[in-house]
């Protein structure tokens, strides 16, 4: 499952499709009534087999989920989000009716890689952002009895055979085209007379590119001796083009872009081809994995649907 920001870990955000597309007339809408002097709290702004969604809670989550304030006012925005509210809704019950279960060790675990991976401490984290962590961990169980239901509902459905990849591979070539790349260094500094010293320093015999990039260069990857990793022409701005007319380990001149003075050195060059088969597999495999989950979880949404009574009062949310 791909990890994403943590303000919007939300199944809401990560199912692979929606019944509920911008197109507010696929739910059954209630018909307008005068708003009452209610409070939020008791406020209904939508139902899923009877069991309500308030006001306060759509506010809550719509805050969660990680909106800018500014959008909160755009009645689009909020009615879009209170569609994948509903279908949430309609596959955490369809999960509780299937008697899925996920324990606190599990999620425990899931948050302990989410911290891992995003290397700060989220409790403190969402604190800052004004999300309370209990409600927050709430929505990951959330996110994983769905998870749960849709891998065993669709998931584990789909295969993809080794005749499919073949066939994918052949019929789209241009897919596995490879095109040149270069892999460079680059030091980086602010005035043409700083470069024209580091210039000098690295045509001195046995000057060693990487470490002057390391004392000397401005840019992030100064601290991997200005190691810019493998690019094609036309992955980089266009004073980096420079480069593939480098003979390896040669040394460019100065060049002027609107960063500093940058210069270059070429490490190593890998020609154009095609990837093989065999390299391409995993990605093959993966995208018709993709594609083929895609339409199945539709049709099966649409059976969940067709199953579920659910009313939306999309002038709560303009009140």
């Not at 984290?125 to 509902?153: H, P, Q, T, V, Y």
């Not at 890998?270 to 083929?292: D, N, P, V, Y």
Request: with cysteine; net charge positive; aromatic share 8%.
């Amino acid at each position: 499952m791909k990890i994403v920001s943590l303000t919007r870990y939300i199944a809401l955000a990560l199912l692979p499709g929606l019944i509920f597309s911008a197109c507010k007339n696929k739910v059954a809408e209630k018909p307008a009534e005068p708003a009452p002097s209610v409070s939020a709290d008791v406020r209904v702004v939508a139902t899923v087999n009877g069991d309500p969604i308030t006001l306060a809670e759509f506010q809550e989550r719509f805050a969660r989920a990680g909106f800018k304030p500014e959008r909160e006012s755009e009645l689009e925005v909020k009615e879009e989000f209170l569609n994948r509210l509903v279908e949430r809704k309609m596959l955490l019950r369809e999960a509780q009716r299937r008697r899925i279960k996920v324990g606190l060790p599990e999620i425990n675990k899931r948050i302990a890689t989410l911290q891992d991976e995003h290397g700060k401490d989220i409790k403190d984290m969402l604190a800052g952002l004004g999300i309370d962590f209990e409600k927050w961990k709430s929505d990951i169980w959330e996110d994983m009895m769905i998870e749960r239901l849709l891998a065993r509902d669709v998931n584990r459905r789909v295969s993809v055979s080794s005749s499919e990849v073949k066939r994918y591979y052949q019929s789209n070539p241009q897919e596995f085209e490879k095109p040149e790349q270069v892999r460079a260094r680059q030091i980086v500094v602010a005035t043409e007379p700083e470069a024209k010293k580091v210039m000098e320093r690295l045509q001195a015999e046995g000057a060693n590119f990487a470490a002057i990039a390391r004392e000397k260069s401005t840019a992030p990857e100064a601290e991997k001796g200005g190691d810019l990793g493998y690019f094609a022409r036309g992955g980089m701005p266009t004073e980096f083009n420079v480069v593939f007319s480098l003979p390896k380990g040669g040394i460019s001149g100065i060049v002027k872009s609107p960063y500093g003075y940058h210069i270059f050195m070429l490490e190593d060059r890998r020609k154009a081809g095609t990837i093989s088969l065999e390299e391409a597999s995993k990605q093959i495999t993966e995208k018709l994995r993709e594609e083929k989950e895609d339409k199945l979880y539709r049709v099966w949404l649409k059976e969940l649907r067709s199953r579920t009574k659910f009313e939306v009062n999309y002038q709560a949310l303009a009140q």
